[in-house]
T-cell receptor, first 113, second 115 residues
Framework: DQQVKQNSPSLSVQEGRISILNCDYT??????FLWYKKYPAEGPTFLIS?????DKNEDGRFTVFLNKSAKHLSLHIVPSQPGDSAVYFC????????????FGKGTRLHILP | DGGITQSPKYLFRKEGQNVTLSCEQN?????MYWYRQDPGQGLRLIYY???????QKGDIAEGYSVSREKKESFPLTVTSAQKNPTAFYLC??????????????FGPGTRLTVT
C-alpha cells in the first residue's frame, strides 16, 4: 500500500526549460511534505519542503505546490540545469502522529543539452 | 564540519555472516534512522531511534538489529536471517523540534553485497 506515489519513473527535459515533477499521496493525515534529490551512490539531500498550511513554497529555482483537495504536490525547477539530473524523491510525514517520513519511489530527471 | 558518516562505502560478505554497518553524526540530532534502497524502489525504513537506548521498528525490520548507546552513533547489524541483504543502506538523522521531525539529513550510504 503505497502512501506516496510518484507515477513517472523518469522525465526528460531540455536545458533551460521548466521541469515539473509530480507526487500524489493517499493519507489525509500527512501534514508536511518534502522533496529530496539523490545522485547515484550518494545519500539524498534535502531540497525543499512545505507545510500543509501553505499551498506554495519557493526557494530560488525550486518551487513546490501543494493541492490538498487533490492530495497532490509538484516540484517545479526553472530554469532546468545539467546539474539537476538526478533522482527526486517526494516524501510526506504525519507529524502529529509519528515521526516517520514516507518516501515515494522517485523520479529520475534527465536534463538534455 | 557537521555531518553524517557511514563506513565503509562498499562492503562484501559471504552469505550466513552477520555484518554491522556504522553510522555516526556530529549534528547533535536526537533522531536517527536506517533505510534501505533497492533498484526502482523508494527508501524503506528499517529502524529508527529518537533517544539514546530506545529504538522502534520500521516497515522492514525483520533480519536487522540496531543499538543506540550513544546519541551520535546508530549501528545497524544485518543478520543472516535477512533473506535479501544486498542493497544500498542509508543512515539519516534529524532534529526533534517540539517533538516533531523536520528534515532528515542523510549519510553517503553503504552498498552491501552478500554472495
Amino acid at each position: 500500500d503505497q502512501q506516496v506515489k510518484q507515477n513517472s519513473p523518469s522525465l526528460s527535459v531540455q536545458e533551460g526549460r521548466i521541469s515539473i515533477l509530480n507526487c500524489d499521496y493517499t493519507n489525509s493525515m500527512f501534514d508536511y511534505f518534502l522533496w529530496y534529490k539523490k545522485y547515484p551512490a550518494e545519500g539524498p539531500t534535502f531540497l525543499i519542503s512545505i507545510s500543509s498550511i501553505k499551498d506554495k513554497n519557493e526557494d530560488g529555482r525550486f518551487t513546490v505546490f501543494l493541492n490538498k483537495s487533490a492530495k497532490h504536490l509538484s516540484l517545479h525547477i526553472v530554469p532546468s540545469q545539467p546539474g539537476d539530473s538526478a533522482v527526486y524523491f517526494c516524501a510526506a510525514s504525519a507529524r502529529n502522529r509519528d515521526d516517520k517520513i514516507i518516501f515515494g519511489k522517485g523520479t529520475r530527471l534527465h536534463i538534455l543539452p | 564540519d557537521g555531518g553524517i558518516t557511514q563506513s565503509p562505502k562498499y562492503l562484501f560478505r559471504k552469505e550466513g555472516q552477520n555484518v554491522t554497518l556504522s553510522c555516526e553524526q556530529n549534528l547533535n540530532h536526537d533522531a536517527m534512522y536506517w533505510y534501505r534502497q533497492d533498484p526502482g524502489q523508494g527508501l524503506r525504513l528499517i529502524y529508527y531511534s529518537q533517544i539514546v537506548n530506545d529504538f522502534q521498528k520500521g516497515d522492514i525490520a525483520e533480519g536487522y538489529s540496531v543499538s543506540r548507546e550513544k546519541k551520535e552513533s546508530f549501528p545497524l547489524t544485518v543478520t543472516s536471517a535477512q533473506k535479501n541483504p544486498t542493497a544500498f543502506y542509508l543512515c539519516a538523522s534529524s532534529d526533534l523540534v517540539r517533538g516533531r521531525v523536520y528534515e532528515q539529513y542523510f549519510g553517503p550510504g553503504t552498498r552491501l553485497t552478500v554472495t
